[in-house]
């Protein structure tokens, strides 16, 4: 995903949003899917607060981790240029 460097943050923080929205949906605390994820809780907790956009492997571990599909913790609109 290609984003300019001036819109990654809000961008950020709506995928993270939308992390921590699946995460507790998934009723699983945020060790245990950062764990599931091969991520640290650091990294998993700065996702969700949205101070760092993550990759594309990190988005689909997430959502493998909280039971969900990809598409569900990004914007619509950029659905497609992930895929």
Same mark, same amino acid.
């Given at each position: 995903?290609v984003?300019? !460097?001036r +819109?990654e943050?809000p961008?950020a /923080?709506?995928v *993270?949003? #939308?992390i921590k929205?699946? /995460?507790? !949906?998934?009723g699983?605390p945020? +060790?245990?899917? !950062?764990r599931?994820?091969g =991520?640290?809780?650091?990294?998993l907790? *700065?996702y969700?607060?949205?101070k760092?956009?993550?990759? /594309? *492997? +990190?988005? /689909? !571990?997430?959502?493998g981790a909280c039971g $969900? #599909?990809?598409?569900?913790? $990004?914007p619509?609109? =950029?659905v *497609?240029?992930?895929t």
């Open positions: 995903m984003v300019a !460097a +819109d943050t961008l /923080r709506r *993270g949003r #939308h929205t699946a /995460r507790v !949906a998934s699983l945020r +060790d245990q899917v !950062a599931s994820a =991520l640290t809780v650091r990294e907790s *700065g969700e607060l949205g760092k956009l993550p990759s /594309r *492997g +990190d988005l /689909r !571990a997430l959502a $969900i #599909h990809v598409d569900e913790l $990004i619509k609109e =950029l *497609g240029s992930l």
